[in-house]
């Protein structure tokens, strides 16, 4: 049966006939490049250690989604913070705008996870056991031999190590060293958690690769659709490489690519920058390296491809950084972090709650009308608190309180059950009352309803 074959190029890491075209880029270790190299050990190695970081007692980045807590670089904040997460969910989103709009897709190339260990850890152990971009390629229509099979085997070894780290992340490093270090049988949920994200990231990297930017990373659309012509990428300047020869520096009335495609061989996605702007470009620069030791090569200048942007290409005028786009984002971005501070500073050590305890709203006992209410309590602090409550303006009331004061742990929430006690002739129907919630640091006060017998329902 004949295979059906693209009229076109449809994704480079595809073939004409939908088979897998694998990119092996080969390595031009330029000026580029070597900056590239000591920002990603930098970045692996806070990757690696941020999660046994400790800040104000507690990870410094633990995100607790079963929990529903989140530490942040030394701030807490519970479920109960809606409005603070919304504001650091809205910065985030802003900051990426602004970055984007200023650096292009800067985080993809050089800070990106995905990038950061492909290109860095990944790739130069590929390039270490199988040889250069040439000797993979052999590999590749050979299959596989015993120093493929090492490599596969150091990269499980990689991913369980780096599925550890990911997932210590929202779990915390103590429940992690317990799923570890204990029998599978105890901690079978967790034992799973950890083969199974270590087999993702393991197919990620061994086999997915490159896919993950050109086909899955939605951040990756969502960097596109932010880009302007004045922003920074990686371009080809085309009216001074063209009309290209092939493989003659100084043909005359010629441009200055010689359509060696050392660009395109060493460009981890598998795309030829001189067809312009592509979306599968993540702005890594290797591109630009490879261009540059041509360059050098043939002696011409360096910069044919290099970073820049399409405004600066077509007028040759540098691009101004401070544009009316980039001050609107910054000045939300600004705003949107004043009002995390002040939101933040004016949020008090704890919620509270008082709220009606189940069945009838009010008892009748002798002489005396009891509500029964329920008080719950978010302790945001850094410490153990008791909470105990008491009436303000009622001194005909008594608090009858056998479960408070209430313990409750730094971080945890708590709740206890309580009534008050009112003599029958001074409540009718419904009686405002203020009750102040606390300990000796810090009173709130809280507004309720009393009810009692032949009253309007409030
Ligand atoms: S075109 Fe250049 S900058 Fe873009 S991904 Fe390829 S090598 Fe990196
Ligand atoms: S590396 Fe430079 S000279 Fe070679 S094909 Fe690419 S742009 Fe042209």
Not at 1 to 27: F, K, Y
Not at 64 to 72: E, G, T, Y
Not at 286 to 291: E, F, G, N, R, T
């Amino acid at each position: 049966m004949s295979v059906p074959v693209a009229p076109q190029r449809v994704l480079p890491t595809l073939n004409a006939d939908g088979t897998r075209n694998r990119i092996r880029p080969r390595l031009y270790p330029g000026r580029l490049h070597r900056r590239r190299r000591a920002v990603a050990l930098a970045l692996m190695a806070l990757f690696l250690s941020l999660p046994f970081l400790r800040a104000n007692g507690h990870p410094a980045m633990l995100l607790d989604v079963v929990n529903r807590k989140f530490f942040l670089f030394g701030y807490t904040f519970l479920a109960t913070d809606g409005a603070l997460l919304m504001l650091v969910l809205l910065s985030v989103f802003v900051a990426i705008a602004l970055v984007t709009a200023l650096l292009g897709r800067a985080w993809c190339g050089w800070a990106c996870p995905q990038t950061v260990y492909m290109e860095f850890l990944f790739r130069p152990l590929e390039r270490w056991l199988e040889g250069p971009r040439e000797a993979q390629l052999r590999l590749d229509r050979s299959g596989a031999n015993a120093r493929r099979v090492a490599k596969n085997v150091i990269y499980l070894g990689l991913s369980f190590l780096l599925a550890n780290v990911f997932l210590a992340y929202f779990v915390g490093t103590d429940v992690l060293s317990r799923w570890v270090l204990e029998a599978p049988t105890k901690h079978g949920g967790g034992f799973g958690i950890v083969l199974v994200t270590t087999g993702l990231v393991f197919f990620d990297f061994a086999y997915f690769r490159e896919q993950m930017c050109t086909v899955a990373c939605p951040y990756a659309r969502l960097q596109a659709v932010l880009l302007d012509p004045k922003s920074l990428l990686i371009a080809y300047d085309e009216p001074r490489g063209e009309p290209r020869s092939k493989g003659k520096a100084k043909t005359p009335g010629h441009g200055d690519c010689i359509d060696c495609r050392a660009c395109v061989v060493s460009c981890p996605t598998g795309i030829d920058i001189r067809e312009g702007l592509q979306l599968e470009c993540i702005a890594c620069g290797q591109c630009a390296d490879a261009c540059d030791s041509i360059m050098d090569r043939i002696k011409k200048p360096r910069g044919l491809v290099r970073y820049s942007s399409q405004q600066t290409l077509a007028t040759g005028r540098a691009t101004r950084l401070l544009r009316p786009r980039v001050i609107v984002y910054a000045l939300v971005l600004v705003g949107l972090l004043s009002a995390l501070v002040f939101v933040g500073k004016r949020r008090p050590e704890a919620e509270v709650t008082v709220l009606r305890g189940v069945g009838a709203p009010f008892s009748v006992t002798g002489q005396q009308v009891v509500n029964q209410l329920r008080l719950k309590v978010t302790n945001r602090s850094e410490e153990s608190r008791r909470f105990s409550v008491r009436l303000i303006d009622f001194p005909d009331a008594r608090v009858i309180a056998p479960e408070l004061p209430l313990l409750v742990a730094p971080t945890e929430q708590g709740a206890a059950s309580f009534f008050v006690a009112v003599p029958a002739d001074a409540i009718r129907g419904a009686r405002h009352v203020r009750l102040r919630v606390g300990d000796e640091h810090e009173f709130q006060t809280v507004e309720y309803t009393l009810m009692g017998p032949q009253g309007d329902t409030p």
